[in-house]
């Protein structure tokens, strides 16, 4: 299995507080990707990174941001949560100088009430 | 907008049957198709197709992609309960900056009875 961790794996927040979650990766792959899974829609590209300090945005970006200070650590914060954020949120990283497919973390499971 | 569609979205068989799952798609800039396993957790990697017509195999499973008909198939011969999951498809598009992003379908859920 990739090297790749999430924390926390599952939490519980209210409407309107920030929330960080992390991703850590122990492959030193330069790709790293935060996705959310809700039923129906399968997983939606949040924001994707291509290097420390290097993100863009993914097809649901609208209410997160994200950081990455450091290779092994991607970052993704709501500043503000709101129900329609409860879901269950997975890190991907990809070795693309050497082949593209991803491989994914655990996963979060983030409820907001 | 860039689509992936994939059929049916569940399905259920006896162990022993052979089942096929479709994924369609509408994407400008295809690089890849990838198919993922999911079994309450992570994702895990399957396959990752990029030339049409070549197959790609790993025991019971297979796929091939048709990048004229924009589709691929992933067949499972000889289904057991160990392969009951939900079956991912994505395809991957790249940008101006070489970066790549994976559009996901809904997914089919396959249940092996005994």
């Known amino acids: 299995d990739a090297g790749i961790t999430q924390s926390p794996r599952h939490k519980v927040t209210e409407t309107g507080t920030p929330v960080t979650l992390r991703c850590h990766q122990t492959e030193n792959h330069r790709y790293m990707y935060w996705y959310r899974q809700d039923p129906g829609h399968g997983l939606r590209l949040i924001h994707y990174s291509y290097g420390v300090k290097d993100t863009d945005k993914g097809e649901v970006s609208d209410g997160y941001s994200v950081s990455r200070s450091k290779t092994e650590d991607f970052l993704l914060t709501l500043e503000s949560a709101t129900s329609s954020q409860t879901s269950v949120y997975f890190c991907?990283?990809?070795?693309?100088?050497?082949?593209?497919?991803?491989?994914f973390g655990p996963g979060t499971r983030l409820t907001v009430t | 907008e860039d689509k992936v569609v994939q059929s049916p979205l569940s399905l259920v068989v006896h162990e022993g049957d052979t089942v096929t799952l479709n994924c369609s798609y509408e994407?400008?800039?295809?690089?890849?198709l990838l198919w993922y396993k999911q079994e309450k957790k992570a994702p895990t990697f399957l396959f990752m197709l990029?030339?049409?017509?070549i197959e790609k195999k790993s025991g019971r499973l297979s796929s091939i992609l048709d990048k004229k008909e924009l589709f691929s198939i992933l067949n499972i011969t000889a289904t057991q309960t160990g392969d009951s999951a939900v079956y991912l498809c994505a395809v991957e598009t790249f940008g101006s900056s070489n970066t790549g992003k994976l559009i996901f379908g809904q997914g089919t859920t396959l249940q092996v009875k005994p």
């Open positions: 990029t030339s049409s017509g």
């Open positions: 991907a990283i990809s070795p693309r100088d050497v082949s593209y497919e991803q491989y």
């Open positions: 994407v400008t800039n295809f690089r890849s």
